[in-house]
């Protein structure tokens, strides 16, 4: 199905049970989740004080010219202050909220506060990102009734899921081989349910009730091939604007690299390695299953390419960010990830 890269919405996924039964409050006589109100009392004695980003969703529904939603303004205020003034006011979107990351910043050795929902556990981007950024693609959104996220396809061709603890969402999805005019797919997602959100597919999310959902942004090893025409695209595109600038001679690898990642939120390198340590991983499980080898060959060809296609190439990129004693021992490593991956 991940493969297939077509919407779908799971039902009876039981991951977030924790979560739900935390964060609502059943109706009276109605044992359901389907019914159940927020719980707020909660919500502020455990996260009152916190930080959360509130998107002003005025958002005309404009894209820049790589396709991508030019980003709405976004104000920091405390989880008290959502809750109590804000949280209700049509305008206001609580978004991309890194929930699962401030739990673990501030209790680094209690158990997360839930698992990735059962279809994505193949995820090799946040746990990553976890070891190299310290950042993450893992959100909690929180939106009052008509709140919506305009016309977007998902950052660096990742695929999303997005769980509803509370409340409904009108999906509206555009299939990529289709014009945007063409009739869309749509489809309502009720509480306690799992949409799966596919790799370049544009889609667009109205909130019919209040709602609050988690969301994560990810890769799949199957998938790579998406997250590498994405990151070639933005080097073209950094490439180009230097060129404009007239700086294509005067910009160090390391510079480079480093507008990429303030670009699209990764590089070249930071791809490469993330690549090698999700192969080094299946190899070490040393799985025999059609999946893993699958997935091997799906990281191999994208390690193929990397490797092989680039200007500036790959391995001049390393040297630029990880020094050459660095960049020898991760480019024969991938040598010997080619060999072995037959
Ligand atoms: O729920 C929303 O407002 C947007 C969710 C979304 O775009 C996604 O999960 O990819
Ligand atoms: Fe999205």
Same mark, same amino acid.
């Given at each position: 199905?991940?493969?297939?890269?077509?919407? #779908?919405?799971?039902?009876?996924?039981?991951?977030? @049970?924790?979560?739900?039964?935390?964060?609502?409050?059943?109706?009276?006589?109605?044992?359901? @989740?389907?019914?159940?109100?927020?719980?707020?009392?909660?919500?502020?004695?455990?996260?009152?004080?916190?930080?959360?980003?509130?998107?002003?969703?005025?958002?005309?529904?404009?894209?820049?010219?790589?396709?991508?939603?030019?980003?709405?303004?976004?104000?920091?205020?405390?989880?008290?202050?959502?809750?109590?003034?804000?949280?209700?006011?049509?305008?206001?979107?609580? %978004?991309?909220?890194?929930?699962?990351?401030?739990?673990? %910043?501030?209790?680094?050795?209690?158990?997360?506060?839930?698992?990735?929902?059962?279809?994505?556990?193949?995820?090799?981007?946040?746990?990553?990102?976890?070891?190299?950024?310290?950042?993450?693609?893992?959100?909690?959104?929180?939106?009052?009734?008509?709140?919506?996220?305009?016309?977007?396809?998902?950052?660096?061709?990742?695929?999303?899921?997005?769980?509803?603890?509370?409340?409904?969402?009108?999906?509206? #999805?555009?299939?990529?081989?289709?014009?945007?005019?063409?009739?869309?797919?749509?489809?309502?997602?009720?509480?306690?349910?799992?949409?799966?959100?596919?790799?370049?597919?544009?889609?667009?999310?109205?909130?019919?009730?209040?709602?609050?959902?988690?969301?994560?942004?990810?890769?799949?090893?199957?998938?790579?091939?998406?997250?590498?025409?994405?990151?070639?695209?933005? @080097?073209?595109?950094?490439? %180009?604007?230097?060129?404009?600038?007239?700086?294509?001679?005067?910009?160090?690898?390391?510079?480079?690299? %480093?507008?990429?990642?303030?670009?699209?939120?990764?590089?070249?390198?930071? #791809?490469?390695?993330?690549?090698?340590?999700?192969?080094?991983?299946?190899?070490?499980?040393?799985?025999?299953?059609?999946?893993?080898?699958?997935?091997?060959?799906?990281?191999?060809?994208?390690?193929?390419?990397?490797?092989?296609?680039?200007?500036? @190439?790959?391995?001049?990129?390393?040297?630029?960010?990880?020094?050459?004693?660095?960049?020898?021992?991760?480019?024969?490593?991938?040598?010997?990830?080619?060999? #072995?991956?037959?």
């Amino acid at each position: 199905m991940i493969a297939a890269n077509v919407p #779908f919405l799971v039902t009876g996924d039981k991951t977030f @049970s924790n979560v739900v039964e935390a964060w609502t409050t059943p109706t009276p006589g109605d044992p359901s @989740s389907a019914s159940a109100s927020i719980n707020l009392p909660h919500l502020v004695d455990t996260y009152g004080s916190w930080d959360i980003p509130v998107k002003k969703n005025s958002n005309p529904g404009v894209l820049d010219a790589d396709g991508r939603a030019v980003e709405p303004e976004c104000v920091t205020v405390t989880m008290n202050e959502w809750v109590e003034e804000l949280r209700l006011l049509p305008d206001n979107y609580l %978004k991309d909220f890194h929930l699962h990351n401030a739990v673990k %910043k501030r209790s680094p050795t209690a158990p997360p506060l839930y698992e990735s929902t059962v279809f994505c556990r193949h995820d090799i981007l946040n746990p990553f990102l976890d070891i190299v950024t310290g950042g993450d693609f893992r959100f909690m959104y929180w939106g009052p009734p008509g709140s919506k996220t305009t016309l977007h396809s998902d950052v660096m061709n990742s695929f999303s899921w997005s769980y509803n603890v509370v409340g409904e969402k009108e999906w509206t #999805f555009y299939r990529p081989w289709l014009a945007d005019d063409n009739e869309p797919i749509e489809f309502t997602q009720a509480p306690g349910t799992t949409v799966f959100v596919p790799s370049t597919w544009k889609h667009e999310v109205v909130n019919t009730a209040e709602t609050i959902s988690l969301n994560h942004n990810w890769i799949a090893p199957c998938a790579v091939d998406l997250m590498l025409a994405c990151l070639l695209n933005e @080097s073209c595109a950094v490439d %180009k604007e230097l060129a404009a600038w007239g700086l294509s001679e005067t910009v160090t690898l390391e510079e480079r690299e %480093k507008m990429m990642c303030s670009a699209c939120g990764m590089n070249i390198s930071m #791809f490469t390695i993330m690549l090698v340590r999700a192969a080094v991983g299946l190899l070490a499980r040393a799985g025999n299953d059609a999946a893993s080898a699958y997935d091997l060959a799906s990281l191999k060809s994208a390690l193929t390419i990397v490797t092989s296609s680039l200007t500036p @190439s790959a391995e001049q990129r390393y040297r630029g960010v990880l020094g050459d004693d660095m960049a020898q021992l991760l480019t024969s490593l991938i040598d010997k990830i080619l060999l #072995f991956v037959s």
